[in-house]
């Protein structure tokens, strides 16, 4: 019986974090598109890609998990640059781009 309450206890874990980590990419994606469209710039594929997981401490010393994800944008539709944005929790910790031509 213990075993079967084990499981049943992972596989929930297991769930409600990936439930929080699609609603986290989310909030990227849309933050990555209002930062392109902003700095007049063209997100490409429309798609953000995970890239690292880590445990942070932001400004109050308050642990989060945060989350790294690149993308590509393109600045005259020719050239293609990466970009990354850094997620603590559920907020945009950062937006980093690469130097591209105008």
């Not at 849309?30 to 932001?58: P, V, W």
């Not at 400004?59 to 994800?69: F, L, M, Q, S």
């Amino acid at each position: 019986m213990w075993p079967d309450i084990f499981m049943i206890l992972l596989f929930t874990a297991g769930f409600l974090y990936w439930q929080s980590a699609q609603k986290v990419k989310e909030i990227a994606l849309a933050a990555t598109k209002r930062h392109c469209h902003e700095m007049e710039l063209q997100m490409l594929d429309g798609y953000i890609a995970f890239n690292a997981i880590s445990l942070r401490r932001d400004n109050k010393g308050k642990v989060h998990i945060a989350r790294g994800y690149q993308f590509e944008f393109s600045s005259t539709g020719a050239e293609r640059y990466n970009g990354q944005i850094q997620m603590l929790g559920r907020r945009v910790a950062s937006i980093q781009l690469e130097p591209y031509r105008i």
